[in-house]
T-cell receptor, first 113, second 116 residues
Framework: QKEVEQNSGPLSVPEGAIASLNCTYS??????FFWYRQYSGKSPELIMF????GDKEDGRFTAQLNKASQYVSLLIRDSQPSDSATYLC?????????????FGQGTRLTINP | GAVVSQHPSWVICKSGTSVKIECRSL??????MFWYRQFPKQSLMLMAT?????????EQGVEKDKFLINHASLTLSTLTVTSAHPEDSSFYIC????????????FGPGTRLTVT
């Protein structure tokens, strides 16, 4: 089982709709979770992080975390064509002082005008 | 805030030569920096973790003598690809983690290396 799993997509969503991206992880001890957006040929850009169970909202983005189910998701409301990118889920693992991010393979999202 | 730069943004070198890539945190101090490699249509692969003032920790399968990492200050880490070969051609990306209890990592723009 991979440490962090995402559906690779592609996920196609009409403009203005809600895009829902999902991620599961295997390490029950993980405490911090991140969503990065990566445009083709560019490096990842941090868009959300979440540490506590529940929802965290930032503008059009909402991150949801359920530690019991080892599940984290990202919702993008009012999707725009500029949201078309690959979204990487990352989970912080390891002992204190030796922690690192493990990335999923990414979900390619396309917003159709 | 949390801006990370990399230099060069792209480089072409001949097989057998060495290439140095610099990673700088511009507006914050980073006790820990990370080096990743990304091949086309694949996710990020962590190569090594670089801590200021100490030796880097390499991931399994990454040759430490080939990929030399130096983290001389709280704002600068360098990756040197020694005796580069065409299979080393890739997108190399560094990231920096804020000092303290924060776990967020901020990425540099990446360096595209082509070995001919």
């Amino acid at each position: 089982q991979k440490e962090v799993e995402q559906n690779s997509g592609p996920l196609s969503v009409p403009e203005g709709a809600i895009a829902s991206l999902n991620c599961t992880y295997s390490d029950r001890g993980s405490q911090s979770f991140f969503w990065y957006r990566q445009y083709s040929g560019k490096s990842p850009e941090l868009i959300m992080f979440i540490y506590s169970n529940g929802d965290k909202e930032d503008g059009r983005f909402t991150a949801q975390l359920n530690k019991a189910s080892q599940y984290v998701s990202l919702l993008i409301r009012d999707s725009q064509p500029s949201d078309s990118a690959t979204y990487l889920c990352a989970v912080n693992i390891g002992m204190r002082g030796a922690q690192k991010l493990v990335f999923g393979q990414g979900t390619r999202l396309t917003i159709n005008p | 805030g949390a801006v990370v730069s990399q230099h060069p943004s792209w480089v072409i070198c001949k097989s057998g030569t060495s290439v140095k890539i610099e990673c700088r945190s511009l507006d914050f101090q980073a006790t820990t920096m990370f080096w990743y490699r990304q091949f086309p249509k694949q996710s990020l692969m962590l190569m090594a973790t670089s801590n200021e003032g100490s030796k880097a920790t390499y991931e399994q399968g990454v040759e430490k003598d080939k990929f030399l990492i130096n983290h001389a200050s709280l704002t600068l880490s360098t990756l040197t690809v020694t005796s580069a070969h065409p299979e080393d051609s890739s997108f190399y990306i560094c990231s920096a983690r804020l000092a303290g209890l924060s776990y967020e990592q901020y990425f540099g723009p990446g360096t595209r290396l082509t070995v001919t």
